[in-house]
């Protein structure tokens, strides 16, 4: 190792680079030995870099982690079922590390990470951490990263696993009941089945033996798979066989719970919002706590029901609530806008049955889940 030399009044570092190159660096150092304490740090980075463990400066690509989310989005990302991380990598991420260059990520991944620590959940935590895993393995297959992937320096956090709450037999009656008719029995079937929203409007007359009183969940949306890849053959419970038997007569298509021309309904059907003013008419909430989800602002207040009149609330700072929110299991929040709605529920009594889906593992309710509401309310 060589030593520091003194030059013209100022401490100079010498190092060999990752390529066996002499280098010269000035440093800030007063004394002899505070200049051997920073030539440490560059002899720590070559080594890492002769390993293998950091990209060579001259293999580092001209990218920032900005142009590396929109190189990923644009090949890869945008082919998800769900887009729901992008718009929660540009709102925790962009911001502070767009501008970054791809080597400099790694210094300021996990302060950004613990900055949110108790302002997102855990799980939402670890969805970030997994996006940036993501981008830097689309990078190393293509060849524009060498090097550990950088979000292994942030741990995952444990996610508290919580019982599901599934909707009791009287409340499912109730909400059929204040159900418009025609979505009657595709909510009937939701609850009864357990299925996510596309997989519910992508049912086929062609999937239901009725002889059998079996169903098949074979598609989701405009997929010809499920979300998770598989098929699933589902018994139809003695309560929902004359949804189905009146929902085949009905259709005038091959499509089991149409539109009213016969075509399935669109990806983005807001299902969400029609079962949120079914459980207010039904009165099982009582009503909705609306809170502000502005920075700075947490501004709440409580309606009787999820619907808002106009886009703004005279007593939120910052003037604008979105005009529609959305539902994540029983907690009716909108985690990807501005603001979140909570349903204030009905005292429910300790005894009694509930209705459980029959699907042997029910979709699992994560921050981008839009739908569950129906299986687990």
């Known amino acids: 190792m060589a030593e520091p030399y003194q030059k013209n009044g100022r401490w100079y570092v010498r190092y060999k680079d990752a390529r066996g190159a002499w280098r010269d660096k000035a440093t800030s150092a007063r004394t002899k030995t505070e200049a051997r304490r920073l030539q440490l740090e560059p002899e720590r980075k070559t080594e890492r870099q002769r390993l293998g463990l950091e990209p060579l400066p001259s293999d580092a690509p001209a990218m920032t982690f900005g142009a590396a989310m929109d190189l990923w989005w644009s090949e890869h990302g945008r082919r998800l079922r769900s887009h729901t991380i992008r718009r929660c990598m540009e709102k925790h991420l962009r911001a502070e590390l767009g501008a970054l260059p791809l080597s400099n990520v790694g210094e300021r991944l996990e302060s950004v990470h613990d900055a949110r620590v108790g302002a997102l959940a855990p799980e939402s935590l670890n969805h970030l951490r997994a996006a940036v895993h993501r981008v830097f393995a689309f990078l190393t297959r293509r060849g524009a990263w060498k090097g550990a992937?950088?979000?292994?320096?942030?741990?995952?956090?444990?996610?508290?696993?919580?019982?599901?709450?599934?909707?009791?037999?009287?409340?499912?009656?109730?909400?059929?009941a204040a159900l418009?008719?025609?979505?009657?029995?595709?909510?009937?079937?939701a609850f009864n089945l357990g299925l996510r929203r596309g997989e519910v409007i992508a049912l086929r007359k062609s999937d239901v033996d009725l002889g059998a009183r079996t169903i098949r969940i074979a598609r989701s949306r405009d997929s010809d798979t499920t979300k998770g890849g598989h098929e699933d053959l589902l018994p139809i419970p003695n309560e929902l066989l004359s949804w189905i038997e009146r929902a085949m007569a009905r259709s005038s298509s091959d499509v089991l719970f149409p539109r009213d021309d016969g075509q399935q309904h669109a990806p983005d059907v807001q299902l969400q919002d029609v079962l949120r003013r079914a459980l207010a008419r039904?009165?099982?909430?009582?009503?909705?706590?609306?809170?502000?989800?502005?920075?700075?602002?947490?501004?709440?207040?409580?309606?009787?029901?999820?619907?808002?009149?106009?886009?703004?609330?005279?007593?939120?700072?910052?003037?604008?609530?979105?005009?529609?929110?959305?539902?994540?299991s029983t907690i009716f929040a909108t985690r990807r806008r501005r603001c979140s709605s909570k349903p204030v529920s009905r005292s429910r009594p300790s005894s009694g049955s509930s209705v459980t889906p029959t699907r042997r593992s029910p979709p699992r309710s994560t921050v981008t889940s839009t739908w569950r509401t129906c299986a687990r309310v």
């Open 149 to 176: 992937n950088l979000a292994f320096a942030v741990p995952r956090l444990k996610v508290p696993k919580r019982l599901p709450q599934y909707p009791r037999p009287e409340e499912v009656r109730l909400v059929l």
């Open 180 to 189: 418009d008719a025609r979505w009657r029995g595709l909510f009937a079937t």
């Open 282 to 328: 039904a009165g099982v909430v009582n009503g909705y706590t609306h809170k502000c989800r502005r920075k700075g602002c947490g501004h709440s207040e409580h309606h009787p029901t999820p619907s808002r009149a106009g886009a703004r609330s005279a007593g939120c700072a910052s003037g604008r609530w979105p005009s529609r929110s959305r539902s994540a």
